[in-house]
């Protein structure tokens, strides 16, 4: 069975502060790469997608992606408590085809 | 534009009963996606239809569950009979795209809760 590793956290970090997110994966061939954010009781919402190896930013966020380590990173710059959400990391495209989730990391963010 | 459209939103009933619930995707998407979230297991993807086509149903977990497409605007995820352990959060997503790996759109869920 493929896997998306994620560290559940909770991962505590202070207003102004780089939150620094990291997902591994065992499917060396899964090609496409996501990051979702889920604030409680609510739906994923897409905040970056990369499939690339290096680094994709988009304002304060910045997607990482090592294929030959196997994991992809989010790092959120300047966080703000309304970036306090857990983070969903998805990965797809290789043997088992569709995108598989990992079960996240609650990022709190302390004003 | 709408969003993907999920009903009901909640929904409590009683072991044994059946369970419809809906969901409209984002119009002119070709794929649509069935998932269960709980905190045990996840997201975790039950079904996969492209042009209104089941492509992947092997994340269903039992012949309770049931999955139609009849059209391009409109799916039903039924579970009958119903169990405590299908209490959970199902998401309907959609994408523009054929493929599974590509990005995909969040309705706002139905919460289920079976007594």
């Known amino acids: 069975q493929k896997e998306v590793e994620q560290n559940s956290g909770p991962l505590s970090v202070p207003e102004g502060a780089i939150a620094s997110l990291n997902c591994t994966y065992s499917?060396?061939?899964?090609?496409?790469f996501f990051w979702y954010r889920q604030y409680s009781g609510k739906s994923p919402e897409l905040i970056m997608f990369i499939y690339s190896n290096g680094d994709k930013e988009d304002g304060r966020f910045t997607a990482q992606l090592n294929k030959a380590s196997q994991y992809v990173s989010l790092l959120i710059r300047d966080s703000q408590p309304s970036d306090s959400a857990t983070y969903l990391c998805a990965g797809g495209g290789g043997s088992q085809g569709n995108l598989i989730f990992g079960k996240g990391t609650k990022l709190s963010v302390k004003p | 534009d709408a969003g993907v459209i999920q009903s009901p939103r909640h929904e409590v009933t009683e072991m044994g009963q059946e369970v419809t619930l809906r969901c409209k995707p984002i119009s002119g998407h070709n794929s649509l996606f069935w998932y269960r979230q709980t905190m045990m297991r996840g997201l975790e993807l039950l079904i996969y239809f492209n042009n209104n086509v089941p492509i992947d149903d092997s994340g269903m977990p039992e012949d309770r569950f049931s999955a139609k497409m009849p059209n391009a605007s409109f799916s039903t995820l039924k579970i009958q009979p119903s169990e405590p352990r299908d209490s959970a959060v199902y998401f309907c997503?959609?994408?523009?795209?054929?493929?599974?790996?590509?990005?995909?759109?969040f309705g706002p869920g139905t919460r289920l809760t079976v007594l």
């Open positions: 499917d060396r061939g899964s090609q496409s």
């Open positions: 997503a959609s994408s523009p795209r054929d493929r599974s790996t590509d990005t995909q759109y």
